[in-house]
């Protein structure tokens, strides 16, 4: 009887590039990124092959060439399931909160209150025990779009819209899911903040890890994105921490430039107690304070207004990021 030839898996050399061992092992490259990030996005590759690549990348660390072969591969995906949809900002949240409360979904409808449409993107529940956006907005009586239309229609109404991952590219809604059973978060979470699927303008990344700010910004200026702002997020949402120094590094006109902001609280907070969703609505109703709270909003509002040339100055920015938390329409929610 004849053997069959053995035929290998064509996503099988992006695995054996990765894993080789330590001395014959290398990162991808750009190009290498793009082929095998296109075969995913295809449904070409086995669960084995994915378990494994995404596990030998997340041991090395993604490099910069390979979120941007990466986006540019899932940029091509999405550019055909979410049409341009005339947002100003994407605002990526796919971490979730488990310290302090989503105070930056208030950042981002006073935003839209003052006239500048959001375009919010997430996904849920890939980790226990943390509060995700569209649990939160549909709390607060704000329903996930399901498609582009409504989408549209959303930021046309109300300059603001949020669609689920699963939505416009489920393939790593899927992946993204896979935390659980990898029990450790992928390359994906890092790819999804940069992806930009609104095509908006201007872009908002947090990062969780500081080694990874860098790697955002000049993927970002690789992917010819003019205006960008990535930071550690408290919980890695893009929310500042008000009570600690915060590093910004941005693209902003195609060149890049950092810039530290100091605290705005003289003392490190403790945990919120009153973890619940209600709360953000009363304080953007303006029926409970919260000092903490009202500190990550306008503080994360100073880095937007900044970045999209709305001031000229941090103490400009921090100005207007109060006038437009206090100019919000208190019946939104």
Known sequence: MTQAPYTEHPFAQYVRILGRGKRSGRSLTEEEAYGA???????EVEDAQIGAFLLLIRVREETTEELVGFTRATREY???TLPKINADIDWPSYAGKHKQLNW??????????????????????????????????????????KSTEAAQASLA?????????????????????????LGVRS????????????NSPHLLTSIFHPSYRASHQEAARQLGYKNMAVFKGEGGEVERKPDARCLVQAVQNNSLY???????????????????????????RGTEKSHYGEAAII??????????????????????????????????I
């Open 37 to 43: 990030m296109k075969m995913i996005l295809s449904d």
């Open 78 to 80: 999405t550019a055909n």
């Open 104 to 145: 930056y979904i208030l950042a981002a409808l006073a935003l839209a209150d003052f006239g500048v449409p959001v375009f919010m993107h997430g996904a849920n529940e890939h980790t226990p025990n943390r509060l995700y956006s569209d649990t939160v907005l549909y709390e607060l009586g704000i329903t996930p779009c």
């Open 157 to 181: 109404k109300n300059n603001f819209a949020y669609m689920e991952l699963k939505e416009f590219c489920s393939p790593l809604d899927r992946l993204i899911a896979m935390r659980p059973i």
């Open 187 to 198: 390359p994906i979470h890092t790819l999804v903040r940069l992806a930009n699927p609104s």
């Open 258 to 284: 950092d810039q530290e902001w100091e605290s705005l609280m003289g003392a490190r907070a403790s945990n919120e107690a009153d973890f619940k969703i209600d709360k953000l609505r009363r304080v953007w």
């Open 299 to 332: 503080s994360t509002l100073a880095v937007v207004v900044l970045l999209m040339n709305k001031a000229s100055s941090q103490q400009e920015s921090l100005a207007l990021a109060t006038r437009v938390w206090e100019g919000r329409n208190t019946l939104r």
